[in-house]
T-cell receptor, first 115, second 112 residues
Framework: AQSVTQPDIHITVSEGASLELRCNYS??????LFWYVQSPGQGLQLLLK??????LVQGIKGFEAEFKRSQSSFNLRKPSVHWSDAAEYFC?????????????FGRGTSLIVHP | ETGVTQSPTHLIKTRGQQVTLRCSSQ?????VSWYQQALGQGPQFIFQ???????GRGNFPPRFSGLQFPNYSSELNVNALELDDSALYLC???????????FGDGTRLSIL
């Protein structure tokens, strides 16, 4: 079974600083890869996804992520964080097998932004 | 374009009761997934329905069941509620099975 690890439970950055959120997955092949953001009391919003092709993907709100097959990683980055980016971030992988689709989410990283 | 809507937004039940949660998928989407998100955790996949058929199931007992209707809306039914079923239940729809999922704001279920 696939698994997703987000090693940082909390990350604190200053507004304007750069950000990198880590995500590692365990699966024999390349899965579909996603990053979502969740504000308190709300559902998840898709930031970006990787299905195939260029390993550096651009998303909404100035986020990008890089797929590194050798490291089984899909880290999320942003060059300059805004206070409104404070939220919970989830990495997810999706596996398609025998016609069924099984997604797995990490436990999330809480981003705190200091003024 | 109407997004994913879930009802009710909040629900309180007692142990042993049954509950039905509802989800209207985004216009044109034929796939619906349901997730359970416990406090402080990531969403856990319950199951997915694609064109009214179950298309994948996570590690949840049979008392968690679902339906998808011809208009692609969906229901999640949970029987014999347990305290650990207290969570935010999220519905997500997509155009195809491995597509980009759009989430609703969830139903907060509390079990007393």
């Amino acid at each position: 079974a696939q698994s997703v690890t987000q090693p940082d439970i909390h990350i604190t950055v200053s507004e304007g600083a750069s950000l990198e959120l880590r995500c590692n997955y365990s699966y024999g092949a390349t899965p579909y890869l996603f990053w979502y953001v969740q504000s308190p009391g709300q559902g998840l919003q898709l930031l970006l996804k990787y299905f195939s092709g260029d390993t550096l993907v651009q998303g909404i709100k100035g986020f990008e992520a890089e797929f590194k097959r050798s490291q089984s990683s899909f880290n999320l980055r942003k060059p300059s964080v805004h206070w409104s980016d404070a939220a919970e971030y989830f990495c997810a992988v999706g596996i398609s097998s025998g016609g069924s689709y099984i997604p797995t989410f990490g436990r999330g990283t809480s981003l705190i932004v200091h003024p | 374009e109407t997004g994913v809507t879930q009802s009710p937004t909040h629900l309180i039940k007692t142990r042993g009761q049954q509950v039905t949660l509802r989800c209207s998928s985004q216009s044109g989407h034929n796939t619906v997934s349901w997730y359970q998100q416990a406090l402080g955790q990531g969403p856990q996949f319950i199951f997915q329905y694609y064109r009214e058929e179950e298309n994948g199931r996570g590690n949840f007992p049979p008392r968690f069941s679902g339906l998808q209707f011809p208009n692609y809306s969906s229901e999640l039914n949970v029987n014999a509620l347990e305290l650990d079923d207290s969570a935010l239940y999220l519905c997500a729809s997509s155009l195809e099975r491995e597509g980009l999922e759009h989430f609703g704001d969830g139903t907060r279920l509390s079990i007393l």
